[in-house]
Each structure stands twice: as C-alpha cells, then as structure tokens.
C-alpha cells in the first residue's frame, strides 16, 4: 500500500535550520510530483514547495522563497525540505503529499520559538 513517511520536525530556535525527510513505498516514486504543505493551528492547510519528478522544476509560496529549499532522492524514495532562517510564522504541521492521485503523510511537528 502507499506511504508516505515523514521525519526531521522538532524545536528550533528563530533563525535556525531543519531538514525534513518524506520516503515514499508503494508506488514508483519517480513517476510523481511531490509537494510540502503546512497547517498552523486554526489555518488552512497551504502548500510550501513542490518539485517535479526529475527534480528540476521546483515552486515556492512566496512566504518561504530564499528561505526553503525543495529537494529529492529518487534512488532513495524521498524528497527532502532543507528550512533555513526559520520564523515563529513557520510553525506548523508539515505535510508531504503525492500529486495526482494525491496521498498524504502524517505530518510531522515544527515548532519556531525561543
């Protein structure tokens, strides 16, 4: 069956840096575009980054452009979300989703505080 497995959330400072980690199993990971979203608590969920199947194409919301990078491993089944300079407005669930027919991870927590 398909899942999507994510890792790397957790407390940081303002201004710091996390990568997190999505590996997908159960389909042919190369064949789909990925994407990041996010939910703050009470907010809808949005979408971060995607990034097409041979990993060149890439787009941001503009809220993170400079800030995040989208990145990913078909060899390894994982895309990746290098954060940098994070804010206390990042704080939210991250979510990784395969597109068309979309699937979604559980979500993992990043927290921005001092």
């Known amino acids: 069956q398909v899942q999507l497995v994510e890792s790397g959330g957790g407390l940081v400072q303002p201004g710091g840096s996390l990568t997190l980690s999505c590996i997908g199993s159960?389909?042919?990971?190369?064949?789909?575009?990925m994407s990041w979203y996010r939910q703050a608590p009470g907010k809808e969920r949005d979408l971060v980054a995607s990034i097409g199947r041979l990993g060149i194409s890439t787009n941001y919301a503009a809220s993170v452009k400079g800030r995040f990078t989208i990145s990913r491993d078909n060899a390894k089944n994982t895309v990746y979300l290098q954060m940098n300079s994070l804010k206390p407005e990042d704080t939210a669930v991250y979510y990784c989703?395969?597109?068309?027919?979309?699937?979604w991870g559980q979500g993992t927590q990043v927290t921005v505080s001092a």
């Open positions: 159960g389909f042919t990971f190369s064949s789909y575009t």
């Open positions: 989703k395969r597109v068309y027919p979309d699937y």
